[in-house]
C-alpha cells in the first residue's frame, strides 16, 4: 500500500542525531546520543533499505496507527515533532 501524500522528510538527520531522547529509539543510541547507523560526514543512514520500523514513518504508521489517525494526522504529528527535533538541534526547518 502506497500512502498519498509521502511523509515530507527533508533529510536534515535531526531525528537520526536525537535518537537518545526517545524509548523507541534509544536502544540505536551509539553512545553519543546519535543512532548508530548515521553517517555523520554524508548525513545518511547508512542502512537506509533496511533500517528498523521505527525510522519508517509510512510503515510504522500501517502497523502501530492507523487505527489512531488517520495519515494527514499522522504526517502532521510527525512534522511537528521533526520541527522540534531540528530546532533542538539548531536546523531551521523548511
Avoid at 533499505?49 to 488517520?70: A, G, I, W
Wanted: charged share 20%; with cysteine.
Amino acid at each position: 500500500m502506497t500512502l498519498s501524500p509521502a511523509f515530507p522528510c527533508n533529510q536534515c538527520g535531526a531525528c537520526c542525531r536525537l535518537v537518545s531522547l526517545a524509548p523507541e529509539t534509544q536502544f540505536l543510541d551509539r553512545g553519543d546520543g546519535a543512532c548508530r547507523h548515521y553517517d555523520d560526514q554524508t548525513r545518511l543512514c547508512i542502512i537506509y533499505n533496511s533500517r528498523p520500523l521505527v525510522c519508517q514513518v509510512d510503515k510504522q504508521y500501517l502497523v502501530n496507527y492507523q487505527q489512531q489517525y488517520s495519515w494527514k494526522e499522522f504526517i502532521e504529528i510527525n512534522r511537528i515533532a521533526c520541527q522540534t527535533l531540528e530546532k533542538m538541534n539548531n536546523h531551521p526547518t523548511g
